[in-house]
């Protein structure tokens, strides 16, 4: 196997499934290897995780929810 060189690029993948990248100037033509990296999650995933937990620990906050106590049976498994 011919040693090979390793760039890193930036593209995209379009709705058709195909890789669309910029590639320098002075490369020549050709197949090449392409390994693709993917996030794990999403923008939108992580955004609406984040809104969850700071739309729920400002709720939670809120002293109108104490409406529990340690004393409640349905709490500390308690029998009535």
Known sequence: MAP???I???GEIDDQHRLR???PEG???GSVRVIVLMPEED???LAWAGGVSSEWSAEM???KQDIYTLDDPSI???QT
């Open 8 to 10: 890193e690029l930036l």
């Open 76 to 78: 500390s498994g308690a």
């Open 27 to 29: 490369f020549p033509a």
């Open 61 to 63: 906050s809120d002293p």
């Open 43 to 45: 923008g939108a995933g």
């Open 21 to 23: 990248a910029q590639v």
């Open 4 to 6: 090979t060189r390793a």
